[in-house]
């Protein structure tokens, strides 16, 4: 069997399994990420001469190329995003689906009420943050997907790489690939907002000016969707503010308390049965006191207003987390290792206030 061959055969195989990543290694045998857990998927061990032919059939050179982001096409089949990247001199890659089949917001244990109310505006910004890994692209996709079915709008979108493809329905859409169709996350926005776009969604906010950029152009009447890999919600802002240089931050904080819709932060752990991963997460709408701490940078109060809780416009991960062990979806010990404070927690988990 030739070395492309095999790839393809192992993508095959993943994607019988439903496997989120496929994970190829020179010298050791392909494995496979189901739920969160990584498994072995076959017993063949990945040869220099595998990982050069997807290299290759990527246009990466396995002689000159370190790291690269690319997309890749099985014949007759789907198309996968792919890193390819060294380690101690030998080739890796790791590959997942670019999905077609997106998933219903109704499915995915996300705010649904809280969360369409959103989307339903027309202009603003609204992030989705979490760790790699934790649903952040298949949320977006199914907010942008809500959108497309209940309304006519033209949505721009640019990442790196594509992870799902849109079909147009009452929306149409322009997908662009950093690397492909655009240099940057910043150019793509800039040259975005000549586009005639109503919304934009930017798969990552990485500097001062694609933060900037995205703040603008929810100013300038635009619905705009990103991303930051932040773990919570108080965290995200201060990374969000911390992009650009202390002299802009006074102006960054006004954008950001006036053009701020909310802030969704996630993450996926295992289930109480063990087969599969559920969706935590805390929200929180930018309205009211929460404008004006957010424009004070008062953190410590937009937390205590989180954790408070008795709002329509807010939820912690705490009381997520409660949630979810009270109705059996996630056990105890998971929820108490990922809580941020176990002992409050416990107590929580108790009754004692």
């Given at each position: 069997m030739s070395s492309l061959?095999?790839?393809?055969?192992l993508t095959g195989m993943a994607l019988q399994t439903a496997a989120s990543d496929l994970f190829l290694t020179e010298g050791l045998p392909a494995r496979i990420k189901i739920g969160g857990v990584i498994q072995e998927l076959s017993s063949h061990v990945m040869t220099t001469a595998d990982l050069e032919a997807l290299w290759r059939a990527c246009g990466a050179d396995p002689a000159s190329t370190l790291d690269m982001d690319a997309a890749w096409k099985m014949p007759e089949g789907p198309r996968f995003r792919v890193n390819f990247h060294r380690h101690l001199s030998g080739l890796g890659a790791v590959m997942r689906q670019i999905r077609t089949d997106i998933p219903d917001l109704t499915v995915l244990g996300l705010p649904y009420e809280v969360l369409t109310s959103w989307l339903s505006r027309r202009s603003g910004l609204i992030l989705v943050t979490g760790p790699t890994g934790c649903g952040k692209s298949t949320t977006l996709a199914a907010s942008l997907e809500w959108i497309n079915s209940t309304r006519a709008a033209h949505i721009v979108t640019i990442e790196d790489?594509?992870?799902?493809?849109?079909r147009d329905r009452h929306s149409f859409?322009?997908?662009r690939e950093v690397g492909l169709d655009t240099p940057t996350f910043e150019d793509g926005l800039r040259r975005a907002m000549r586009q005639a776009p109503d919304i934009i969604f930017v798969g990552e906010i990485r500097d001062a000016v694609t933060a900037l950029t995205a703040l603008q152009a929810a100013e300038t009447g635009h619905l705009v969707f990103s991303t930051l890999h932040s773990p919570n919600i108080a965290e995200t802002?201060?990374?969000?503010?911390?992009?650009?240089?202390?002299h802009q931050r006074e102006s960054v904080l006004s954008l950001m308390s006036n053009q701020t819709i909310g802030i969704l932060s996630q993450r996926l752990l295992p289930n109480a049965s063990g087969d599969g991963v559920t969706l935590i997460c805390e929200y929180l709408e930018i309205v009211a006191a929460a404008r004006e701490w957010l424009r004070a940078m008062d953190i410590p109060a937009l937390s205590d207003f989180l954790r408070r809780g008795g709002s329509t416009h807010c939820q912690s991960y705490h009381s997520s987390l409660l949630q979810a062990v009270n109705e059996g979806r996630i056990a105890y010990d998971t929820a108490l290792a990922n809580a941020s404070n176990p002992t409050e927690f416990s107590r929580s988990i108790r009754g004692i206030s």
């Open positions: 061959n095999r790839i393809i055969e790489p594509v992870e799902y493809v849109f859409f322009t997908q802002i201060d990374r969000l503010v911390n992009l650009v240089p202390p």
